[in-house]
């Protein structure tokens, strides 16, 4: 019994141990932090209030019916019962309604896309947070390879001195050396755990310090062809919407043709004897025109109009500010591609330099002033190659945060 008890409690604390050492996704942290967004909430809650107010646009189309009942108390004595129904229905060449479908149909539109923009960008804000806090972590790994080969530095340089081969000052220079790779390591290190606060904070979740999975995403640095975003198509719905308000402002400057159709059915001497029923239907058909209505009218159309134009301007600005920071965007990101390439030359360069240099250093063919150059040379560049990573998954999304696309093809 002990033992399975042990052996219980063995593995209970194996699976604990492989539980704290699960690495957080990124996808994770996207779904919690949509889950946890008051402006998706607030966005939902919208649409589905669009869609109750589109339905109700839809409905105010069925006739108007109702079936009624009654019987009266007169001078001390019952009446026959009476009962009926009546239904009407019209319609009118500047029927509100249509308008009014028309008007929540878009606004119902517009809605949806504003939700999924708002999903794409809590996406991309995650994301990049996300890699702040990657290559600040990648950073920290790197510098702690400094900060050792400092140490070792400085203990083969106070053996040499000890033997005389080296002076006091060579070892005050490592250990100069020593120290101010140990600071930049604290300063990365601090910089690292404010990244990762504002990221948990973001989703809402406990840091329970768990490392980042790492992300291995398609670099694509072609340039990426214009197409109209979310914003860009929800100012063109809005600008639909101002068009329909100035359609049906025209046709209130219009004589108004009406059809309208009624039918009644009532009984003033019994409910179930229907050969008593009553019966009336008509149909009607109407012009008017409202004459001194035409003026206000008038005036509203030109305030709409005046609108709708300013909406133009306005959407074909969005679009050419759109299709210049593409353009930039698309310079930015063949730019950091080539200088990736580039670094990833330099370090694998540099690398094989400092295999070289080591071996002149050891053999005292090389002096510390330049054996220290060319390690702050490898470091640098192993620096920059990691920032530029980052920098160019960035930049990519960027782009399709711009033009709409899925954040790495997946929200």
Avoid at 259 to 264: D, F, T, V
Avoid at 347 to 365: F, I, P, S
């Amino acid at each position: 019994m002990a033992r399975k008890i042990i052996i219980i409690g063995l593995l209970l604390i194996f699976t604990l141990i492989l539980f704290a050492q699960e690495k957080i996704t990124l996808d994770f942290m996207v779904q919690k932090a949509m889950e946890r967004s008051l402006s998706i909430e607030a966005e939902l809650l919208d649409y589905k209030n669009r869609q109750s107010s589109y339905k109700q646009s839809y409905y105010s189309w069925l006739p108007s019916a109702d079936i009624r009942a009654s019987k009266s108390w007169v001078n001390e004595d019952w009446q026959d019962p009476s009962a009926g129904f009546s239904a009407n229905w019209g319609i009118s060449s500047n029927d509100g309604r249509y308008f009014d479908m028309k008007s929540q149909m878009i606004d119902m539109i517009n809605s949806d896309l504003s939700l999924e923009n708002v999903k794409k960008n809590i996406a991309y804000n995650v994301l990049s947070s996300y890699i702040d806090v990657l290559s600040g972590s990648d950073l920290v790994k790197l510098q702690r390879e400094v900060l050792a080969v400092e140490e070792q530095k400085y203990q083969r340089i106070e053996a040499m001195q000890n033997l005389g081969e080296v002076n006091e000052l060579d070892l005050q220079q490592s250990e100069i050396d020593k120290i101010q790779a140990e600071i930049s390591l604290n300063d990365l290190m601090l910089s690292v755990d404010n990244k990762r606060a504002d990221l948990f904070y973001y989703i809402g979740i406990k840091d329970n310090g768990a490392e980042l999975a790492d992300l291995d995403p398609e670099i694509n640095s072609q340039p990426r062809e214009y197409q109209p975003n979310l914003q860009f198509q929800i100012q063109q719905k809005t600008l639909e919407s101002t068009k329909l308000m100035q359609d049906q402002t025209y046709m209130e400057l219009l004589p108004t043709l009406s059809l309208n159709w009624s039918y009644s059915r009532s009984s003033t001497d019994g409910i179930t004897d229907f050969d008593l029923y009553s019966e009336n239907a008509e149909v009607s058909l109407m012009v008017s025109y409202p004459l001194f209505d035409f003026f206000s009218n008038y005036q509203n159309l030109q305030i709409i109009k005046r609108q709708y134009k300013y909406n133009q301007r306005k959407l074909a600005d969005q679009k050419l500010a759109d299709k210049k920071e593409l353009n930039s965007l698309n310079k930015t990101l063949d730019s950091q591609n080539r200088n990736y390439e580039l670094y990833q030359l330099k370090a694998d360069l540099a690398d094989k330099v400092m295999a070289r240099a080591q071996v002149e250093y050891e053999q005292g063919t090389l002096n510390l002033l330049d054996y220290n150059d060319y390690q702050n040379k490898l470091y640098s560049a192993r620096k920059n190659e990691i920032s530029e990573y980052y920098r160019l998954l960035e930049t990519q999304e960027a782009i399709n945060l711009l033009l709409s696309k899925k954040i790495l093809g997946k929200w």
